[in-house]
């Protein structure tokens, strides 16, 4: 929620994530909720899962040239920080770069070869190929095929109040 004074106020749950960048820089970002490695909180009626009360509610101030970007884990298990804030940088469109941003993540998410931040973090929780492959210097890689959802806005100045593009 982008309120009249320049603050949006963020309630995140589960592994869907949010940054924004000023000036090339991220200066915010929400963080996963998890049970365990790969297994996110999720809203639900039932009552073994999650409820709005489960929320990360957060706050940032907000200046124009700001952009927020808001995405599925398919982004943020695929692409890096960097590679999102470059990415930004080669577009003034907001649709352009949030289509940038999905395929990158696609293509990413589907080369068996790439080392993502999703892999990354696999390896840090020890999860790894067999023993026989490390054995051949091998060491798990790939991205992660799951839903790629982006929405990137950025911050414009009115005469009343900041708004989102």
């Not at 993540?105 to 990354?120: G, V, W």
Request: proline share 3%; glycine share 8%.
């Amino acid at each position: 929620m982008l309120e009249r004074n320049g603050t949006m106020k963020v309630a995140s749950v589960g592994d869907c994530g949010l940054r924004v960048i000023r000036k090339g820089q991220i200066i915010f970002s929400t963080t996963p909720q998890e049970h365990y490695f790969d297994c996110p909180y999720q809203l639900s009626s039932e009552l073994v899962g999650q409820t709005y009360l489960d929320a990360v509610v957060s706050s940032v101030e907000l200046v124009e040239g700001d952009t927020i970007v808001m995405g599925s884990d398919g982004l943020f298990d695929n692409v890096f920080d960097g590679e999102i804030v470059s990415t930004l940088a080669a577009y003034s469109d907001v649709v352009e770069a949030a289509k940038a941003l999905a395929n990158l993540a696609s293509n990413h998410s589907l080369d068996s070869r790439f080392d993502s931040p999703y892999t990354i973090e696999a390896r840090s929780k020890g999860l790894d190929v067999p023993f026989w492959k490390k054995f051949l210097g091998m060491k798990l890689t790939g991205g992660k095929l799951d839903d790629i959802t982006v929405i990137v806005g950025q911050v414009i100045t009115s005469a009343a109040s900041p708004q989102l593009t």
